[in-house]
């Protein structure tokens, strides 16, 4: 979480004679959730997108149109940000769970790219935009194009996926605006369950990040590396559906 003296530091930074700190404040608010009681901040669960937002500033108001862009692109884009903002830090998160489900059944389901869009919260378009022709490669791969965000937040970015039949799916981002690493690597393998001698799927991931901007990196963090628990939560729920409903 971002602490409000923070943020209000962070905003001063701007290069904006238009906006006072106080109004570069309530724009941040206009798409977080702010604490009145610790000051801290959190991203919005409003799904509604607003066209505009009106500021006040020395008798003038000045008004702004959300972009499908992420807001911070405009402020904060490698040409204008100052070198005490570029740049965030490597991150390295690892998550581990035991799905009722086979590691090939686990395999085919995170394998799937084309279908995030259908039950990955925050995915909201999700497309094959590449696959090798036959005898390119002997490594598998395709690449694909993820959009995610929420409300008036929204940013696309390209991977490339590789993958070994039921064993490892690996993702990693390519010519990206936001990141400068974007790597999560899920691997597959069997565990027995002692109570009724099943074999059911050990899921781990690991995710590796890097923002080029520091201020984003600040902002998302928290949200951002929650992100494996909601996606292991999301491939649970989709085996659900895909496999007990279909006995």
């Not at 009106?54 to 108001?61: A, G, P, R, S, Y």
């Not at 094959?128 to 970015?157: C, H, M, N, R």
């Not at 400068?180 to 995710?207: A, G, Y």
């Amino acid at each position: 979480m971002i602490k409000f003296d923070k943020l209000v530091t962070l905003s001063s930074r701007l290069k904006s004679p238009k906006l006072s700190i106080h109004n570069q404040v309530c724009f941040y608010s206009s798409i977080c959730n702010i604490n009145s009681s610790n000051g801290s901040i959190s991203p919005s669960k409003n799904k509604t997108n607003h066209t505009s937002s009106l500021f006040t500033n020395n008798n003038q108001n000045y008004s702004f149109t959300p972009q499908k862009r992420t807001f911070f692109k405009s402020f904060f884009s490698s040409d204008t940000e100052s070198p005490n903002l570029q740049g965030g830090q490597n991150v390295k998160k690892n998550i581990s769970r035991v799905l009722r489900f086979t590691p090939q059944q686990v395999y085919q389901v995170v394998k799937n790219v084309k279908e995030y869009e259908e039950f990955l919260p925050f995915c909201l378009e999700s497309k094959i935009t590449k696959t090798p022709k036959p005898g390119d490669s002997d490594q598998e791969w395709f690449e694909a194009e993820l959009t995610v965000g929420q409300g008036t937040i929204k940013e696309s970015y390209n991977s490339r996926v590789t993958f070994k039949n039921g064993e490892y799916v690996e993702s990693k981002a390519i010519n990206s605006d936001l990141f400068h690493i974007l790597t999560t690597k899920w691997t597959f393998s069997p565990s027995r369950d002692p109570s009724s001698n099943s074999i059911h799927c050990k899921t781990q991931c690991e995710l590796t990040y890097q923002f080029k901007s520091s201020f984003y990196a600040m902002v998302m963090d928290k949200f951002f590396a929650s992100s494996l628990d909601v996606m292991i939560d999301s491939f649970d729920k989709r085996c659900e559906e895909k496999y007990n409903n279909n006995k």
